[in-house]
């Protein structure tokens, strides 16, 4: 079975985390954490530095590894490390990749287009 790994961001800031809806792919549409598929060489790290860099413009620091996921699609097997990241100054997000993004504070729960994104 094909393996990807990947890298998530749960973006902080003022209280609350950011989910971004996919522009793009098999999962457009779809809500998510920002992130995208490790480089041959890269780490974890630098990997999530990068892809939010390409996907939303920002500098960001990975402050602490929250978990890895492992799941089983039909297609291949997926790693996901999420990291607890800020962005690193004042800047703002700015969507390169995605069709919206949404704040969301603890304990909200918002439907999209049939989808929901809930903060925990």
């Known amino acids: 079975m094909k393996r990807i790994e990947v890298c998530a961001a749960i973006l902080h800031h003022e209280g609350r985390i950011l989910a971004t ?4 792919g098999d999962f457009k549409d779809g809500w998510e954490f920002p992130g995208g598929k490790m ?8 990997c999530i530095v990068r892809e939010i860099k390409e996907e939303l413009n920002v500098d960001i620091v990975p402050e602490a590894l929250l978990t890895t996921v492992e799941c089983d699609y039909p297609a291949f097997h997926l790693t996901m490390h999420c990291f607890w990241s800020a962005i690193a100054a004042n800047e703002q997000v700015e969507l390169l990749e995605h069709e919206a993004a949404k704040w969301l504070g603890a304990g909200e729960t ?3 287009g049939g989808g929901e994104v809930a903060a925990a």
């Open 39 to 46: 480089e041959p060489g890269e780490t974890p790290e630098e």
């Open 110 to 112: 918002y439907s999209f």
């Open 21 to 24: 809806q996919r522009g793009y």
